[in-house]
Nanobody
Framework: QVQLVESGGGLVQAGDSLTLSCAAS????????MGWFRQAPGKEREFVAH????????YYADSVKGRFTISRDNAKNTVYLQMSSLKPEDTAAYYC????????????????????WGQGTQVTVSS
């Protein structure tokens, strides 16, 4: 059984930094691309960042580009999302997800690309 568990969320002030972690069990993450998504109340889940299985390729939503960094430590079976210069509009529940074994690399931003999801961790940024 595959489980993804996010951690590291919390309440911070605008301009602060925060690092989210996603630890996996039941799946060797080094074989899979991974993604981070977020969902604010009343809004659809949106793509944040994607990293290839090797870590060689990363993609970001325009809204977080230059502020967020996705990385992975395959030895620890963990993926990270470093967030800096946080803004109130970054407030959301953040979810990590593991991509399907076979997927279209052009659709890294689509929720359909991912088959396992964590339960989410809340990030709240106050102004």
């Amino acid at each position: 059984q595959v489980q993804l568990v996010e951690s590291g969320g919390g309440l911070v002030q605008a301009g602060d930094s925060l690092t989210l972690s996603c630890a996996a069990s039941g799946r060797t993450l080094s074989h899979y691309a991974m993604g981070w998504f977020r969902q604010a109340p009343g809004k659809e889940r949106e793509f944040v960042a994607h990293i290839s299985w090797s870590g060689a390729n990363t993609y970001y939503a325009d809204s977080v580009k230059g502020r967020f960094t996705i990385s992975r430590d395959n030895a620890k079976n963990t993926v990270y999302l470093q967030m800096s210069s946080l803004k109130p509009e970054d407030t959301a529940a953040y979810y990590c997800a593991s991509a399907r074994e076979v997927y279209s690399s052009a659709r890294y931003y689509s929720t359909n690309t991912y088959d396992y999801w964590g339960q989410g961790t809340q990030v709240t940024v106050s102004s």
